[in-house]
């Protein structure tokens, strides 16, 4: 693509004006004058010309993209800000006070019943109030989060499941694993410390990769005995304590199915709450088409 369109020049422009003149790091015009002195004359190398137009450009663009964004950005203006809440116990306790909240009842959380629809009301107070009391007064009922997941939008239902593993993780690590003193939460529960030995314990996710296997023109499914009829899945598996995800997967493969992966490539990635919290990797694996067919005769379905 052509360097210099106009959203470019328009993201130069304001890094030039703000003290930068003279610097091979400030706006777009001045690195190509730069260059411009020592390039060769000749049609010749007008491809070459535009490549380093394009290199140049696309480095300014970077920098003045990342400034911009980092100046303008509402989505970085909320991340630090929620990262701000995380260190500053103080802003935390401030931010509680204007703030909305999740309702949560032994891990299950509150959903209300508008029409046909399932709602997770966020409400501003926060504190211990009676079960019965809140489900008759604000109408709806603490709901399982396997089955709320299903139920609620989308947009509600990863916060709702980051908040029921957060939740776990605070109940699973009141002491410390090493000198079995109680931790200590910060107002955000960002994190817990133990004063006896100053450890830090932060909230974490298990590695999970889950892989579909193929030969390049079929893919192999597995079921568990547990499943019903009809119910199959692509393998999955912890990843081993210093393992990266290529070596999980082939190992998995192995282990399951008894087939060598040849190649591996990342598809996508999920948090899941269940049971305990997990990042789930999700990728593509392909066997040879040989073995795979080997693998056919020797593997027995479980559902037939
Ligand atoms: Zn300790």
């Given amino acids: ?19 930068a003149a003279g610097s091979a790091r400030g706006s777009g015009p001045l690195v190509l004058r730069g260059h411009r002195s020592f390039l060769p004359h000749g049609a010749q190398y007008s491809y070459l010309w535009v490549l380093v137009m394009a290199v140049v450009y696309q480095a300014v663009y970077r920098r003045t993209a990342s400034l911009f964004c980092r100046l303008h950005s509402t989505y970085v203006r909320k991340m630090r800000y929620l990262n701000e809440l995380k260190e500053d116990d103080t802003l935390c306790r401030q931010a509680q006070n204007s703030g909305t909240f999740f309702l949560f009842h032994n891990l299950s959380p509150f959903l209300q019943k508008v029409g046909k629809k399932y709602l997770v009301p966020q409400l501003s107070a926060a504190g211990a109030l009676d079960k019965s009391v809140i489900e008759s007064e604000l109408k709806g009922s603490f709901t399982d989060l396997r089955k709320a997941l299903f139920i609620v939008d989308g947009k509600d239902s990863s916060l709702m499941a980051s908040a029921q593993s957060l939740l776990r993780w605070h109940d699973s690590h009141q002491y410390c694993s090493k000198t079995g003193q ?13 004063h006896a030995s100053g450890i830090t314990y932060y909230p974490q996710m298990s590695p999970v990769v889950i892989t579909l296997v193929s030969d390049g023109s079929r893919c192999l499914l597995t079921r568990q005995p547990s499943f019903p009829k009809g119910m199959y899945t692509a393998l999955s598996g912890f990843c081993d304590i210093g393992e990266n995800v ?14 060598e992966v040849e190649s591996v490539w990342y598809s996508a990635s999920q948090h899941w709450p269940f049971p305990s919290s997990s990042l789930m990797i999700a990728c593509h694996s392909l066997v040879r088409a040989q073995e795979a067919e080997w693998a056919l005769t020797s593997l027995k379905d479980l559902s037939s």
Avoid: D, I
């Fill in 182 to 194: 109680p931790t200590q939460k910060n107002m955000a529960g960002s994190k817990r410390v133990c």
């Fill in 246 to 259: 290529e070596e999980a997967v082939q190992r998995e493969v192995a282990e399951e199915v008894g087939l």
């Fill in 1 to 19: 693509m052509a360097p210099g369109g106009a959203e470019r020049s328009r993201l130069a422009v304001p890094l030039g004006g703000a003290g």
